[in-house]
């Protein structure tokens, strides 16, 4: 059926089919209660005409179950998600037959991993970079101040607003939401766009781009944002001696935030070149359900890892849809690639490692570790192994940097 996908038949002989039988009646004649008869007491002949059909629904569960279990230790066969069974031939007196297709790990033969060859960006922050960054800390110090006289607002304001959102002729309001009207020439939202020119006391009006619905803004009040001066007083604020001292410190937050940047960039042009070189059937039920998951936390949109092509359009089958499919398909092929890598190379995580990071997320989200380790501790232990794996192939890899 595939190099992903088997059909496994399986017989299990009259013998154990009767053992069986004879096991279910037992358990229902424990708990039976029929006319004349108290719980428990109802001959076993009697029960065996009554509760046919209970009996062998219970048979059927217990040997598909036995069965199909079996059959994997005999074969041993490595699966994937659950069976589907079908064409169950069950009968009393007789053998039973039923068929199971399964999904199993793709058959990786993975290509020579060591030694990728990748190019490392330039490792540096320009002027432009660290003025920007003082430019955010200067704004981050900024005060609100009560306008000196009474103006339309304008760039550079915070007007506080009650926001009227309107939905199928209801309508919603949230009081004192603060907007900021970025200066002219920035990126402004709809509703920056609507306040511009708007006096105090005004009402705005209009609809909201890309969903349709109607809004009102009703002008409390407007402030002006006044900000510091940048000069060594500034510096001292946050610490440092003078404005040099601060633009040093900014500068080697910016390069290790880069350097940061760089490394998570290299491991994604690994994560390329391995899809690329290790292109395999998949198993597609595994992808459907990862394409589920993608559709449904909105996270369908982007570049796919891999560059394979991209097929024609089923009938009816959205952008978002072919996008959640490669998406799927690739996050599906990478996490058996790093797995196998893993296995061959012994990468582990050990308890330690994880009791370590669950104390971290643990701080971090205010949650308690009992809490992070009952949701999520088999996910994060796979997460970890696959970074270290990661970080195991970029150490080994032929990194080739870019001038700078």
């Known amino acids: 059926m595939g190099d992903c996908k088997h059909l496994i038949s399986i017989e299990v002989s009259e013998e154990e089919v009767e053992n069986c039988f004879r096991e279910a009646f037992q358990r229902i004649q424990r708990k039976a209660t029929l006319h004349g008869f108290r719980q428990g007491k109802v001959p076993l002949s009697l029960v065996e005409s009554v509760y046919q059909d209970e009996a062998m629904g219970d048979v059927v569960r217990s040997l598909v179950e036995r069965g199909f279990r079996a059959s994997l230790r005999q074969h041993q066969v490595k699966t994937i998600g659950m069976p589907r069974i079908h064409n169950i031939q069950?009968?009393?007196?007789?053998?039973?037959?039923?068929?199971?297709?399964?999904?199993?790990?793709?058959?990786?033969r993975l290509r020579d991993y060591k030694g990728i060859k990748v190019t490392k960006p330039a490792l540096k922050v320009s002027a432009d970079g660290v003025e920007n960054a003082l430019v955010s800390l200067r704004e981050s110090r900024g005060e609100l101040l009560p306008l000196e006289e009474s103006r339309p607002a304008r760039g550079g304001d915070?007007?506080?607003?009650?926001?009227?959102?309107?939905?199928?002729?209801?309508?919603?309001?949230?009081?004192?939401?603060?907007?900021?009207?970025?200066?002219?020439?920035?990126?402004?939202?709809?509703?920056?766009?609507?306040?511009?020119?708007?006096?105090?006391?005004?009402?705005?009006?209009?609809?909201?781009?890309?969903?349709?619905?109607?809004?009102?803004?009703?002008?409390?009040?407007?402030?002006?944002?006044?900000?510091?001066?940048?000069?060594?007083?500034?510096?001292?604020?946050?610490?440092?001696?003078?404005?040099?001292?601060?633009?040093?410190?900014?500068?080697?937050?910016?390069?290790?935030?880069?350097?940061?940047?760089?490394?998570l960039k290299l491991k994604d042009d690994l994560c390329q070149i391995l899809l690329r070189e290790n292109q395999v059937e998949m198993p597609q039920g595994l992808v459907e359900e990862q394409k589920r998951y993608l559709l449904a936390k909105g996270l369908a949109r982007g570049r796919g890892a891999s560059d394979g092509k991209?097929?024609?359009?089923?009938?009816?089958?959205?952008?978002?849809?072919?996008?959640?499919?490669?998406?799927?398909?690739?996050?599906?092929?990478?996490?058996?690639?790093?797995?196998?890598?893993?296995?061959?190379?012994?990468?582990?995580?050990?308890?330690?490692?994880?009791?370590?990071?669950?104390?971290?997320?643990?701080?971090?989200?205010?949650?308690s570790p009992q809490q992070i380790r009952g949701g999520m501790e088999r996910d994060l232990a796979e997460q970890m192994r696959q970074d270290k794996t990661l970080d195991f192939l970029l150490d080994q890899a032929t990194i080739k940097e870019e001038a700078p």
Not at 98 to 106: M, S
Not at 236 to 262: A, H, M, P, Y
Not at 316 to 343: C, H, M, N, T, W
Request: proline share 4%; glycine share 8%; charged share 40%.
């Open 158 to 263: 915070v007007v506080r607003c009650d926001v009227e959102m309107f939905h199928e002729g209801k309508s919603v309001t949230e009081k004192d939401v603060h907007l900021f009207i970025p200066a002219e020439g920035q990126n402004r939202s709809d509703f920056a766009r609507r306040l511009e020119g708007a006096q105090l006391g005004e009402v705005r009006e209009g609809v909201m781009e890309g969903r349709g619905l109607p809004y009102r803004l009703h002008v409390r009040d407007i402030r002006v944002r006044k900000l510091p001066d940048v000069n060594d007083d500034f510096a001292v604020s946050f610490g440092k001696k003078d404005l040099n001292d601060l633009k040093d410190g900014l500068r080697e937050s910016l390069l290790r935030r880069r350097e940061e940047e760089i490394r």
């Open 90 to 108: 069950a009968k009393r007196g007789s053998n039973m037959k039923f068929d199971c297709e399964v999904e199993t790990p793709p058959l990786l």
């Open 310 to 367: 991209k097929g024609m359009p089923l009938a009816g089958e959205s952008e978002e849809e072919r996008d959640a499919e490669r998406k799927a398909r690739d996050q599906v092929l990478l996490f058996f690639i790093l797995d196998r890598i893993a296995e061959v190379e012994g990468i582990t995580i050990d308890p330690e490692e994880i009791n370590k990071r669950i104390e971290e997320i643990a701080r971090d989200s205010g949650q």
